[in-house]
């Protein structure tokens, strides 16, 4: 059905092993072409699933390019589901280059990025959702990110989702047919029934979309920025939560002029801690325009940290920086505790922080750290601890989906409120159903598979 593809799959740079992946119906043919085994195979019968010794050669030349093992795995049981050979060769730029060259003067075509799990896709094998799980395990950058990811390619959101389908088409067959329930004797099936099936539905319609945004934490992670006015430890505290200098603490004021950003791994969700400089009126130019890159990341965040200095007080600075995050989440720091003496007031700080979050701490001594990563993950997930079965969905496309298909199973429930016609009622029924399948990929256009394909590496 497809031409033979092919391409590098492991990353580009000196490695131990590099591997060339070909798949497709003619990647045995192609294999014949550019290998010589220790001992020679026909690669018409060859078993599945095998791995073979030899040396890649240069046909014209008869040149040895590299000593290889090569795994043979024959589909469906592959991951394109297709044929797939892939050849283990040393791990450097220069074997892997020249062995796919040969490769694709063999036959094959380079492979677009992700091609390979499209072609999973398009042959059936996983379905859209368990084909973006596979960016999301490649590119998971904590452990609960990873988790999350494996469990969607192990197809629970697609088995969610495919059982709401399968009820409401249910009931879509019957209002088309105007037929009973066959289970439930020669009883017709009253508007009431079908109100309360959908009302069943969309409850766990919305039991998924409800855990949606944890899930899209996890697997983005948050944007939190540490602002404050200068020299009160914004970099000393990302030094401190990322454990390692890697900002540029002094006691100068205005230390910190460009932006500098870096991930944790905050109880398994991923932050990037954005430090900035420190915000002022400042005539300096090159601080001047580390102060406006502030503002604009602050406007980016998802939460802020604003940063106070125990030495000093709440300075007019400090409110007006206040002013500047507005309605934005923040957590107050106050820190620089350890010092001996505090010129802070805190009923004071309690009074002006309102109803806003306040923490003291001191980022040179390490305290209220654990502290502040407690308060960090109970804002962002704001008690939307993930049950096994919610955490489900990650991403803004699975949850537009839902949320089209909650609307029009809403309209259902009105129509059924107000006695409409069954054939009525099955136009929304209809529109929820498909909105549905947009996530497993039973109802999409080309496009959209193109848009989410384009996401992956070359060699995936
Ligand atoms: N005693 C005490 N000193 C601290 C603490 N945190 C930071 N400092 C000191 O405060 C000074 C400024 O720290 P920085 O981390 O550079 O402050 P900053 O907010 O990044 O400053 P700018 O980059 O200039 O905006 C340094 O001398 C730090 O050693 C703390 O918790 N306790
Ligand atoms: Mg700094």
Redesign the pocket.
């Known amino acids: 059905m497809f031409d033979t593809i092919a391409a590098i799959s492991t990353p580009l740079g000196e490695g131990g092993i590099g591997i060339v992946r070909i798949s497709g119906e003619k990647s045995l043919e192609i294999l014949e072409k550019v290998f010589r085994a220790s001992r020679p195979k026909n690669w018409r019968t060859v078993q599945s699933h095998t791995i073979h010794y030899g040396h890649v050669v240069e046909q014209k030349s008869g040149e040895v390019v590299d000593e290889v093992l090569v795994s043979v795995m024959r589909g469906p049981r592959t991951f394109t589901a297709e044929d797939v050979v892939e050849i283990n060769c040393h791990g450097g730029i220069v074997p892997l280059q020249k062995i796919l060259e040969l490769v694709l003067q063999a036959g094959a075509r380079l492979a677009e990025p992700g091609e390979y799990t499209k072609r999973a896709f398009l042959n059936g094998r996983i379905d859209l959702s368990q084909a973006e799980a596979v960016i999301d395990i490649i590119r998971a950058r904590t452990d609960q990110g990873l988790k999350v990811a494996v469990n969607q390619l192990a197809g629970a959101l697609s088995a969610k989702v495919k059982n709401l389908r399968e009820e409401l088409l249910g009931l879509l067959a019957f209002i088309e047919a105007g037929v009973d329930f066959p289970e439930e004797d020669v009883q017709q099936v009253s508007l009431k029934e079908i109100g309360d099936r959908v009302i069943e539905v969309n409850q766990q319609v919305k039991r998924l979309l409800s855990g949606a945004d944890a899930g899209r934490i996890y697997r983005e992670g948050i944007r939190m920025v540490i602002a404050?006015?200068?020299?009160?430890?914004?970099?000393?505290?990302l030094?401190a939560l990322l454990r390692e200098r890697r900002?540029?603490?002094?006691?100068?004021?205005?230390?910190?002029r460009d932006v500098i950003e870096e991930v944790i791994n905050l109880r398994g969700i991923p932050v990037r801690i954005i430090?900035t400089?420190?915000i002022r009126d400042t005539t300096d130019i090159v601080e001047r325009l580390g102060v406006e890159k502030t503002r604009e990341w602050l406007a980016q965040a998802d939460l802020v940290l604003l940063?106070i200095d125990a030495?000093t007080g709440i300075t007019r600075e400090d409110k007006e920086i206040l002013d500047l995050i507005g309605e934005q989440r923040v957590i107050i720091l106050v820190?620089?505790?350890?010092?001996e003496k505090p010129r802070i007031d805190k009923e004071e700080v309690m009074e002006w922080a309102g109803d806003r979050v306040c923490l003291e701490?001191?980022?040179?001594?390490e305290?209220g750290l654990e502290e502040l990563a407690d308060t960090v993950v109970g804002m962002v997930l704001e008690g939307k601890v993930v049950a096994a079965d919610q955490g489900l969905v990650t991403r803004v496309r699975h949850q537009e989906s839902l949320q089209r298909a909650a609307r029009h199973l809403e309209q259902v429930e009105e129509g059924v409120l107000l006695g409409f016609a069954q054939d009525l009622l099955s136009i929304d029924l209809k529109a929820a159903w498909e909105a549905l399948g947009e996530i497993t990929g039973d109802t999409l256009g080309e496009d959209v598979l193109d848009r989410i394909f384009a996401e992956f590496c070359i060699g995936k």
């Open positions: 404050g006015k200068p020299n009160v430890g914004k970099s000393s505290l030094n900002a540029i603490v002094t006691d100068i004021p205005g230390t910190t430090d400089a420190g940063v030495l820190n620089k505790i350890d010092v701490i001191s980022a040179r001594e305290i």
